[in-house]
């Protein structure tokens, strides 16, 4: 769709915007609705706009997929990592209340290191299905 | 006001169904999908369920609707006509399943009924305790992430393997062909050389 101007300029002003949007999601769903699913697929949706617009290969330079088969992995590693830490520390798995020395403080450690595990693996597995299946298919012929 | 609402979108939900079922383009499915989910969103919005408002718009609307196409473009865009057999048993076997489903309703609490099961279990702990135990004002998030932090884990881990799994299936085969394709490049260069 290289050769659309219209949507081209647009896409490019509004992609920044949903980003920033993904961002205010995952540090904002202490406050309000929100958290690190919804700005995941808010985050990887900006990329698939991208590469709807300019094309897979811009967007797979852009994102690699072999950053983000690790960064999908160190999601699910850092959420797992806090609760190991918990019981490190003493606590239960998953209880935030040790991590800090202010059981409050804990908590919100705990639920940021968490929502940002859950953030990382689910915008890089959509995105890494998003790439598996737009993949130019007439590649895969046999 | 809000009734009226809700009678709008629900009878949306229901003429989008049906066209879903007539519609023989599948691109035109994949769309009416779409506006599906975003009507949901738009029930959950007025049950005051931002939460699975937001992902369901950004899931259902969004990433499988991008999904379904992607898989469209891979395969047939027309799916291909049925053949027309007796209806009868199908449709009555759907008439008792949905009056039985209906019937069911009468024994659920109504709508927002505090007496509800489901709100005097844990809910008023959560609502009245997380102020000072997690000190978070979303109480959504502090269900999620810590008084139930071992089943996001659990979620989490379940995107994982979904995505390992469409790898394995379609990336990582789509790998090797084009390694063994460069293969035969490097192959014929030598024959020539």
Known sequence: MK????????????IPVIML??????????????GGFQAGVIFAAAIILYSLVLGLDAAQRAVS???LRVLAASGVLLYGGVGLTTIAL??????????????????????????????????????LIYFAFAGRPEERAP | MIAAVDI????????IAIAILRMRDLFGVAMLFSLFSLLSA?????????????????VGAGISTILFLATLTRTARECEPESRRNPLVPLLVVWITGAALVYGTDDLPALGDPDAPIHRHVADRYLQQSGEEIGIPNVVTSVLASYRGYDTL??????????????????A?????????????????????
Do not use: C, W
């Open chain 1, 21 to 34: 949007f993904a961002l205010y999601v995952q540090f904002h769903g202490d406050y309000s609705p929100g």
């Open chain 2, 154 to 171: 659990g979620e989490t881990t379940v995107i994982f393997t979904a995505g390992v799994g469409v790898l394995a299936l379609l990336g």
């Open chain 2, 173 to 193: 085969t789509a790998g090797m062909m084009r390694r063994r394709d460069e293969k035969d490049e490097e192959d014929e260069e030598e024959d020539q050389a």
């Open chain 1, 3 to 14: 050769h659309h101007v219209v949507l081209r300029v647009i896409a490019k002003m509004v």
């Open chain 1, 90 to 127: 003493g606590g239960n798995f998953l209880d935030y209340n040790v991590l800090s020395h202010d059981p409050v403080h804990g908590q919100h450690l705990g639920i940021l290191l968490v929502e940002m595990g859950v953030g990382m693996t689910v915008a890089s597995t959509m995105l």
């Open chain 1, 65 to 67: 997929p072999r950053v």
């Open chain 2, 42 to 58: 738009g029930l959950f919005t007025i049950m005051d369920a931002a939460d699975v408002a937001f992902t369901e718009a950004a």
């Open chain 2, 8 to 15: 709008i979108l629900f009878s949306f939900l229901a003429l």
